[in-house]
């Protein structure tokens, strides 16, 4: 017996409303490769447009199969979790432009940027050990070809070793069987070695060296986004709106109170921005007396150097003295000898 699969109504309510929302949102991007023309031709719209074309093609129906139960093809599905990955992606991108969270994630792509740098050398231990893995474990099914020993031994790197199974297992099995020991045991211990705690160690210097520096740049690349963002939000409106919303000047009254501050300070509550100006006051006159107190010290210093050259001036004063009166005292003396010589 053989039971009848129909769809239910709302599946096709959100059918539509996935292909009408895909639409619309490539119309837009149609529009901002009207008007931004080259400068459109980015990562982050590139992902944008393949997941509206992709969700739009998972959800058509191109079988009566399809139109009947629902259900998708295979390579559909496949499409499926490309997209639904890409949209998440493409959420996180988005994310990078929002104060508090955006700078996070361009640190993360800072240091996936670095991981690349480092992965060729990454991929070369990886393929040395699941070549050396198929040639001693080839009969175990996780290492019965090369794509499989890579895949296993990518997967070891994060712990899952299997030690009992893999070197403790049921000698009559062929499958499970430990041929050449003598060799196996040394690389894995290599392996252990290499890949666990020297590679992973590195990688977690690369991902968190000089991070002061990835945060001050990152905070620039997110703030240059910011300002892209409202550039190119400015360039898509039409111009009799952008006339409207136009000012030639503003003026602001700082001392002027609201309701709402009048209100404050009427009932004894301090504003957060009062809050905020006295700590930066305190903060600015720690760095005052900090500064005096660091003057201070240099004053003292440079009184202290010039006291010590004012003594070694007066030694060096003395000795030249002393010198010059010695080398009359020798002049005087040699020109006595030769008067005497003379005489003689």
């Not at 619309?24 to 931004?36: A, D, G, M, Y």
């Not at 959800?59 to 599905?77: A, F, K, Y």
């Not at 496949?78 to 969270?101: D, G, H, T, V």
Request: charge should be positive.
């Amino acid at each position: 017996m053989f039971q009848k699969i129909t769809r239910p109504s709302w599946l096709v309510t959100v059918k539509w409303a996935v292909i009408s929302l895909g639409i619309l949102q490539l119309i837009k991007e149609l529009f901002q490769l009207i008007t931004r023309r080259l400068r459109y031709i980015t990562f982050d719209n590139g992902i944008e447009c393949f997941v509206y074309l992709s969700a739009i093609v998972v959800v058509i129906d191109l079988s009566p199969c399809s139109h009947q139960t629902g259900l998708r093809m295979t390579w559909q599905w496949s499409l499926a979790a490309i997209c639904a990955f890409c949209s998440w992606m493409n959420l996180l991108l988005l994310i990078r432009k929002l104060p508090k969270f955006g700078i996070f994630v361009v640190m993360f792509f800072d240091v996936l940027k670095t991981f690349s740098r480092f992965f060729i050398i990454f991929v070369l231990f990886i393929v040395a050990f699941s070549i050396a893995f198929y040639a001693v474990l080839q009969n175990r099914p996780e290492f019965s070809s090369v794509p499989s020993s890579v895949l296993k031994t990518a997967v070891m790197m994060i712990g899952e070793f299997e030690f009992t199974a893999i070197f403790h297992g049921n000698d009559k099995s062929h499958l499970e069987r430990l041929f050449g020991p003598t060799i196996t045991y040394p690389l894995f211990l290599f392996f252990c070695v290499i890949m666990t705690i020297l590679l992973m160690n590195l990688l977690v210097g690369l991902a968190v060296d000089d991070i002061k520096s990835v945060h001050e740049k990152a905070e620039l690349r997110r703030l240059a986004m910011q300002v892209d963002l409202v550039l190119q939000v400015e360039a898509s409106m039409p111009p009799y709106i952008r006339k409207l919303k136009h000012r030639s000047k503003l003026t602001t009254y700082p001392n002027e109170k609201s309701f709402w501050k009048r209100l404050c300070d009427r009932f004894g509550s301090v504003s957060p921005v009062k809050n905020e100006i006295d700590s930066e006051n305190k903060t600015e006159q720690e760095l005052v007396s900090e500064f005096r107190e660091e003057l201070r010290s240099q004053n003292a210093q440079l009184r202290l150097l010039q006291t010590n050259v004012d003594n070694m001036y007066d030694s060096f004063s003395e000795r030249q003295v002393r010198t010059e009166a010695m080398i009359r005292e020798i002049l005087e003396q040699l020109k006595m000898d030769r008067r005497n010589s003379k005489a003689k």
